[in-house]
């Protein structure tokens, strides 16, 4: 049989048939010992075959192959270093939550996030969340922030989950598509799930006010038919976004700016770092380029880690 995978909690997979018919499954160990390097070898999303056996009174799946995936959004493992986690498989698009504080999502998150998006070919929407919890000097900051990266070529749209502001938009956008919503926890990533169909009625959380941060209430990724022809996949709060599977000298041509300048620089391999005649460092120095942007590019070739310590921009606190 074959069937796509709707709910991943590690060890059990919720499988739907192409007739519409769902299936708890397990995997064979083989893909424990296939060179997998990821935490979940099977992810939400995966077209996968799968046969049905009885054990006693249950009728249980047993996945023994999984097709070849056209795209991808993955990650460094968190307590894991040399695994990756794969989010979730076969997207057409992905949508990026931001909150400028309670929790605060930096730049560094951000452009981390996309530069995984733009690897993969996934188009990112970036939805400002919250704005009616903002002053006005808040709503200067996310306008600035909408405006930096709608110069690159990114849908910016400031929405509230609460008031239902743009909610229709986002709707819009997601009509006879299969998208992720993805962000820090907290930043209402099941609040907009609920907003955009409330009779899933999705568990929420307050944010821990000590600490400014989400509390994980989504624990698995999850994906949902929506009744307006469209196919939704809830997934956990992400702390840190870290890349793979990328070349240094790659990482630039997933900067859209930076790729466009390429050309213009004086070595075809330049790093965009300590060259000379570089054009992205021009464009830097003209103001043409986003230092924010820039600051996360470099702490992407040098392989830095993303630095919690820091403002919404980058900057070291």
């Known amino acids: 049989m074959q069937g796509v995978v709707y709910k991943s909690t590690g060890s059990w997979y919720t499988v739907k048939t192409q007739e519409g018919s769902f299936y708890e499954c397990r995997i064979k160990g083989k893909f424990r010992i296939k060179g997998i390097k990821s935490t979940n070898p099977v992810s939400v999303g995966d077209n996968v075959t799968f046969e ?6 249950e009728t249980v799946g047993i996945i023994n192959d999984i097709a ?3 795209n991808y959004i993955i990650r460094k493992s968190v307590n894991l270093s040399k695994q990756t986690h794969i989010i979730a498989a076969n997207l057409d698009q992905v949508f990026l939550m931001i909150t400028l504080n309670n929790p605060p999502t930096s730049t560094s998150f951000i452009d981390r996030f996309l530069v995984t998006a733009e ?5 990112a929407i970036l939805l400002f969340n919250k704005i009616d919890t903002y002053n006005d000097e808040e709503l200067d900051e996310i306008k600035y922030l909408a405006a930096l990266y709608r110069s690159v070529g990114y849908t910016c749209m400031g929405i509230s989950s609460t008031t239902g502001k743009n909610i229709e938009k986002v709707k819009e956008f997601m009509v006879g598509k299969t998208s992720m919503f993805s962000g820090h926890s907290g930043v209402g990533k099941s609040t907009l799930v609920n907003a955009v169909e409330p009779k899933l009625d999705l568990k929420t959380k307050k944010i821990s006010v000590q600490h400014a941060q989400g509390q994980h209430t989504t624990t698995f990724a999850e994906m949902y ?5 469209a196919r939704i996949i809830d997934t956990p709060g992400i702390k840190g976004f870290g890349i793979v599977d990328m070349e240094k000298e790659e990482i630039g041509n997933y900067f859209p700016e930076f790729f466009a300048l390429k050309q213009k620089c004086k070595f075809n391999n330049c790093l965009h ?12 120095d003209n103001d043409e380029v986003a230092w924010s942007r820039y600051r996360s590019y470099v702490q992407m070739v040098k392989g830095e880690e993303e630095n919690y310590r820091t403002d919404i921009y980058g900057e070291k606190k």
């Open 52 to 57: 049905v056996e009885t054990i006693g009174d």
């Open 68 to 70: 070849i995936r056209r």
């Open 119 to 123: 690897a993969y070919h996934i188009p």
């Open 225 to 229: 038919d929506l009744d307006f022809g």
């Open 273 to 284: 770092i300590e060259e000379p005649k570089c054009a992205v460092k021009d464009a830097l």
